[in-house]
Every structure is written in C-alpha cells, then in structure tokens.
C-alpha cells in the first residue's frame, strides 16, 4: 500500500492469480481489525484485490482518491454509521454499492446489500460480482444521461467547426476531475463554457458556484472564498470553497487575485481543506476548480504578476473559445437564438431578420464578441418597431460600437452622461424609447437630462427628425 494513513489498515496478503487486472479493488471499511483481515483474506480468495479502512474518514479518503465499485461495511467507531457513509456516497455521485457486514439497525436502508456470516465462497463472489456490475451499469446510466442532456450544449449555439471542435472538447473535460483553464477574450461566453463543462460532468447534480475575482479586493475575495468567522451575534458564514462541496467552483479572471492570496488558494485547492484562522478549525471539501481569464497567464507568470502554483493547478488541461469574428458563419443562428430569447421574455413571436441585416452583422468585428451580439439585438428590439430587423435598425448600434473614440480616464459619471446623450439622439428625443432602450424609468431620465442641464422638454438630438412607424414601413418594403 503506497499511501499512508493513521486510519488505514495494511494488509499484506499477496494479490491471487485470479484477481482481474484493472478492476477497483474493493473496499472494506471497519473498526474490527480481525474481521477486516479475515474479510479482505475471503475476498482476495474469490479474485478481488482489496483496501481496508478503519474509520469513515479512512473510507471517504479511499472513494475520493479511486471510486470502488463495492464497499463492505463491518461494525463501525461509536458515532459513525452505514447511513453516514451512504449519505456521503449519495453526495458526492459515486456509484458504490454499499454490503453490510453487520446486523446493526441501519443495515437495512434502501440499496445496502446484506451479506451473512459465514457465507461460502461462491456466494461471496456472486455477491460482489453482481454489486460491481450494478455500479457499472450506474455510472454508464449517468454517464448516457449527461450525454443525453448536453449533447447539443444548447447555450453553445452554431455548427462552425470552431464551435464544434469546442464541444468536443468540452464533453472529453466534462468526463475527467482535473482543473481547467478556460481563456478567451471577454464577452465570448467563457462562462457558458465552465458551466458546460459542469453541466456534462458527474457532479452536475452538484452546486455550481461562479466568482468574478474582479470585482473584490484581497480581503474581500479571502472572505468569499473562505467565509466570515463567528462573532458574539452572528455564527460563522461558509465561504463558496464549502457552498461548492460536491460541484463545481469557477474563478472568474482569476489574473486579478492578489499574488498572497493566490499562494494560499493554490495549497488549498490542492489539499481540498483549509483552516479557519480564528477557531482553528479544519474544514474540508471536495470541490473541482475551474480558472477563466482573459489575458495571457504565462506572460504574467514570466513577469512575476501570476503565482506559478495556481497555474499549475490548470496548466495540463486548457480550453481556448474562439472570438466571434473567427466563426461568422455561426452569427446567423446566433441571431435567431437571441430573437428567440427577447421573444420569449416579451410574450410575442420571434422578430425575423432580412438579409441586408444579416450581411451587416456579419461583416462587423465583434469587439465585444457574442455579448455583444445579444446586446445589440437586445437594444435594436427594444425599439418595438414591428416584426423584422433591418440593415438601417442596427446599423447605429454597430457604429457607435466600430467608431467608438472614448479617451481614456472618463469617470463613471461622464461614461454614464456619454452614453444617456448617445441613445437620447439616437432616439430623436424621445424620452419613452430611450429609457425603455437603457432599461431605466421615465422619470430616472428625466432627471439625469435635468442634472445635465437640459431644458424639462429638451435635450440632445430633440430637433432631429423623429423615427416613426411609417419611415420603419417604408424601409422594411425596400429590404423586402
């Protein structure tokens, strides 16, 4: 036995020559040091190799580290049940299959074989035979249904071979328990790809749990990571590391973490525990860690601005998403799907899209990529101008978008000032389409083009000729 543990028992008994090479060794757990010995020497008798394990931490240890398909359960530590280890099993997703050994009174919950003693050899082989099929047969059940619901990865929309070879890839990480690297430039959708990923793996029945590291400081991060200790009026708040036990958790631009901070994730994240500094206490978890970013990791590491010990963690498994620009092809169903989604939220059939629209879209260069894409669907929708899209409605979004010359070192204020004026003009001064358009109230409007100091019914582009149904008519007869 190569790993030690103080819980583990070892037994040295040599592998017989009918043991099946490959195969999980079975796992038997009790505090009964003679009857495991005699168990593990019955059981290597029939052809299976096995592990033993004195405690439910021992055993919990062992079914992380390598799934075994049967565990026999003997008499247990006082305060450690069957149930305890059934409910752990049941978590996590694993498809053990549970044997009791003893006749305690939890023997007979649902799904836990029962195995009498003594018993003969070919009823023992039977027995283990039959619970490591049932476990097979689970895992490949499971396995067919994640396929089975992801097998589209419907949030990853078009038929590029781009987006196919990322599927692809995704499925082929979904079926693995390693960390990841997932980069891309921002609005390219790397985080429908993580939850892909999640979604398609044996923990999706498990949370998933998403940190964008951009938006906290060092403190704050370490407090949404490991939780808030206890106070005299409030007890201790679990962090995400604890809310994402059993799933999956993804650092969103994880480029921004603070270089101490990212040592101690790193360590922790390869220990699945950490302790907490106030009361000591050990917490662990078992939690499969997915990085995103969108600069390059390995410039920063050369620069001495990203801890190699992070990287490390994801260095072998990487996942590029290609930018909207390098798919064009994918815009048109992209598009569609987006139409459909304002559809659904308005409670009206879907817009159409004419092909002067269409050629414009995909001419342009998605700076922002596919979020882009949706948010000028969005905004153009917004208008409510009747049942198609044309060239002439998008065209303003994608201008200010292409032509954009904002210098540098603007507040929030000013950007927010920019961009009320912007979608004001747009608009021609109609106060009910631009507030709809940047989803604010009428009245928010009113007094933000008050505090710029625009006259009660003025303001930018006000003497510009107003859109009308009848122009939107009249354009929409010379696209068709």
């Known amino acids: 036995m190569t790993q030690a543990h103080p819980d583990i028992i070892p037994f040295p008994g040599r592998q017989p020559a009918g043991a099946i090479e490959g195969d999980p060794p079975v796992l038997i757990v009790g505090c009964d040091i003679a009857l495991t010995h005699e168990l593990a020497a019955e059981v290597q008798a029939v052809g299976h190799a096995t592990r033993t394990a004195a405690s439910l931490e021992a055993a919990t240890q062992w079914l992380h580290t390598a799934p075994a398909d049967v565990c026999l359960v003997g008499p247990l530590a006082a305060g450690e049940s069957l149930a305890q280890l059934a409910h752990t099993i049941q978590q996590r997703g694993w498809t053990t299959q549970l044997v009791s050994v003893s006749a305690t009174s939890d023997a007979a919950l649902p799904g836990v ?5 003594p018993c003969s050899a070919e009823y023992l082989s039977l027995l283990l035979t039959s619970s490591t099929q049932r476990s097979r047969l689970q895992a490949e059940n499971r396995r067919l249904r994640r396929q089975l619901a992801n097998r589209n990865l419907r949030d990853m929309v078009g038929q590029s071979a781009a987006i196919q070879a990322l599927r692809q890839h995704v499925q082929i990480l979904a079926e693995q328990n390693c960390a990841v690297l997932i980069t891309g430039e921002r609005g390219s959708g790397v985080d429908l790809v993580a939850q892909a990923i999640h979604d398609a793996s044996r923990r999706a029945h498990r949370p998933f749990v998403a940190i964008d590291c ?31 036990d059993g799933g999956t958790l993804l650092l969103d631009n994880v480029h921004c973490i603070a270089l101490p901070l990212q040592r101690r994730l790193a360590a922790v994240l390869h220990d699945q525990r950490f302790e907490c500094e106030r009361s000591g206490e050990r917490i662990r978890f078992d939690v499969r860690c997915l990085i995103s970013s969108n600069v390059d990791l390995d410039e920063l590491l050369q620069r001495g601005l990203f801890r190699a010990e992070l990287l490390n963690e994801a260095r072998e498994h990487r996942l590029s998403v290609p930018t909207l620009r390098s798919r064009p092809d994918d815009i048109a169903a992209l598009t569609e799907h987006f139409l459909r989604k304002v559809a659904a939220r308005e409670g009206r059939p879907p817009r159409s899209l004419t092909l002067d629209a269409l050629h414009l879209l995909q001419a342009y260069q998605w700076p922002g990529n596919v979020l882009e894409l949706e948010h ?91 859109w009308t149904p009848a122009t939107y008519e009249s354009t929409e007869q010379k696209a068709a």
Not at 113 to 117: A, G, K, S, T
Not at 216 to 231: N, Y
Not at 396 to 421: F, K, N, Q, V, Y
């Open 113 to 117: 074989e029962q195995l009498p003693r």
């Open 214 to 244: 951009s938006v906290h400081s060092a403190d704050t991060l370490e407090a949404e990571l490991f939780g808030v200790a206890a106070t005299a009026n409030a007890p201790r708040q679990p962090g995400r590391l604890e809310q994402a």
């Open 376 to 466: 000028v669907i969005e905004r153009a929708c917004a208008i409510d101008a009747g049942r198609k899209l044309t060239a002439s409605m998008l065209e303003s979004w994608l201008a200010t978008a292409a032509d954009d010359d904002t210098p540098t070192g603007l507040t929030l204020a000013d950007m927010e000032r920019r961009l009320i004026e912007t979608t004001f003009t747009r608009f021609a001064g109609n106060r009910e389409k631009t507030a709809k358009a940047l989803q604010i109230g009428i009245r928010t409007l009113s007094g933000k083009l008050r505090e710029y100091g625009y006259p009660p019914r003025g303001g930018p582009g006000s003497n510009v000729r107003p």
